[in-house]
């Protein structure tokens, strides 16, 4: 995220209030848990969420990396809600349904694929088998344990079935895709975030979708070109 943003904020106008309560209770601490962290008295803390004194730019730059958050999150509260997901019961309560009862149905997919009725399936990994109808069903969550036999008896990976499309399989990716990005140098991660180099990226997409015998016709025309007279 650019850092230019702090060079059009007013700061006397303490446009990191009210983030900096909200980021706190978003990573789930007390005035007194952050205000030990960063040595300060939680009176000082508190008269900075309240916008009654200014904290400092290391003070700020110190909370946004105990909240676990860039630091334009703390002078928009909307941008924290990009970081800290708030879901509701109900709303985990029916994912939790739906995978169940997906997990379920690609299971017993498998197995009848695979050629092994229910008795035959559960009798393998030493289970009831009025136990696997209602992991086939999605009414019982299967523990992992018990997964994992069931997927290789099938010769199938867990991998197979890992949440990718709803919100929480969307948050996995996405922390899995920045991991990723961490383990690239700083020089290539300062090229691939730089605007201006937008369309050499933009390139090399392209030129990984060129098939070899277009890509060897490409490489002749230049060396072609790279011999002619000057």
């Given at each position: ?46 008269s900075y969420e309240e ?13 946004s990396f105990l909240y ?31 995978r169940n009862h997906f ?128």
């Amino acid at each position: 995220m650019k850092q230019e943003f702090m060079n059009h904020l007013d700061f006397s106008e303490h446009p990191w209030v009210p983030g900096l309560k909200k980021a706190r209770e978003a990573y789930g601490k007390t005035i007194k848990d952050v205000s030990q962290s960063l040595g300060i008295s939680n009176n000082r803390l508190r008269s900075y969420e309240e916008g009654k004194l200014t904290p400092s730019l290391p003070e700020l730059e110190s909370l946004s990396f105990l909240y676990n958050i860039p630091l334009a999150a703390l002078f928009d509260t909307q941008l924290i809600m990009d970081y800290v997901h708030e879901p509701q019961n109900h709303s985990l309560q029916s994912l939790l349904q739906i995978r169940n009862h997906f997990i379920g149905t690609h299971l017993q997919l498998a197995r009848e694929n695979f050629g092994k009725t229910v008795n035959e399936l559960a009798r393998e990994i030493k289970i009831p088998s009025s136990r696997l109808k209602k992991y086939e069903r999605g009414e019982l969550a299967i523990p992992l344990n018990d997964l994992q036999k069931l997927y290789q008896a099938v010769n199938r990976k867990i991998s197979d079935i890992l949440d990718k499309e709803s919100p929480i399989g969307m948050w996995q990716e996405l922390n899995m895709q920045i991991s990723s990005l961490k383990e690239i140098s700083q020089e290539n991660r300062e090229f691939f975030l730089t605007e201006e180099n937008q369309p050499y990226l933009d390139l090399a997409r392209q030129m990984k979708t060129i098939g070899r015998d277009q890509f060897t016709s490409l490489s002749e025309s230049l060396k072609k070109i790279l011999d002619l007279p000057k």
